[in-house]
């Protein structure tokens, strides 16, 4: 069966540091990967998502950036966390026809 | 207008009622829909999706499309206390990603 792993589960960080969020799915090959964000009480944002290996597809301009160094390995970035990158980051991966999006456990992470 | 919209609640019903809830779309190239099921806290969880016109039933879960009106709906029979939860309605288009709505959030009182 297919799992996804992100790390770390929880993360607090001041304003300008670096980030990197690590997203691996165990059990399936060449899926579809995204990455999410929800603020508090609010919707899921689509930041990136891709389709293989070195395909970024951005949804949203940002201080973010996403790569795929590996089929089933995502990591999200940035240079310099501002105080709105808070929130709840998911990562999700998508197989077959109907493309149905299975989330990992999720990171949270306060920019302090 | 927004792509996917649901109403944000609180929804609340009686534990054994029928929650009902609800999910337009404004896309009518839209193929398929899901519904996820969000615990505070944790990750969305899928329920069901369905992408013909109809019902689709599965245990106390039921979706039903409607192309004609771009509205889907889930109804969820005799309610828990743990069925508690934001309900995230998603659609697909094309061949982007899924586009979410902002979810739902039901409480199912003892």
């Known amino acids: 069966s297919q799992t996804i792993h992100q790390w770390p589960a929880t993360l607090v960080q001041p304003v300008g540091s670096p980030l990197s969020l690590e997203c691996t799915v165990e059990g399936t090959s060449n899926p579809n990967l995204y990455w999410y964000r929800q603020a508090a009480g609010r919707g899921l944002q689509l930041l990136f998502y891709s389709v293989g290996i070195g395909q970024i597809s951005s949804e949203v301009p940002q201080n973010l950036s996403a790569s795929r160094p590996q089929d089933r390995q995502f990591i999200l970035s940035s240079k310099k966390l501002l105080l709105s990158d808070s929130g709840f980051y998911l990562c999700a991966w998508s197989n077959g026809p109907q493309e149905t999006q299975y989330f990992g456990p999720g990171t949270r992470l306060l920019v302090l | 207008q927004k792509e996917v919209e649901q109403n944000s609640g609180p929804l609340s019903v009686p534990e054994g009622a029928i929650a009902s809830l609800n999910c337009t779309y404004s896309?009518?190239?839209?193929?398929?829909f899901f519904w996820y099921r969000q615990y505070s806290g944790k990750s969305p969880e899928l329920i069901m999706f369905?992408?013909?016109?109809g019902d689709k039933e599965d245990g106390r879960f039921t979706a039903q499309l409607n192309k004609a009106s771009q509205y889907v709906s889930l109804l969820i029979r005799d309610s828990q206390p743990s069925d508690s939860a934001t309900y995230l309605c998603?659609?697909?288009?094309?061949?982007?990603?899924?586009?979410f709505g902002s979810g739902t959030r039901l409480q199912v009182q003892p």
């Open positions: 896309d009518r190239g839209s193929q398929s």
């Open positions: 998603a659609v697909k288009t094309g061949r982007r990603a899924l586009t």
């Open positions: 369905i992408y013909s016109n």
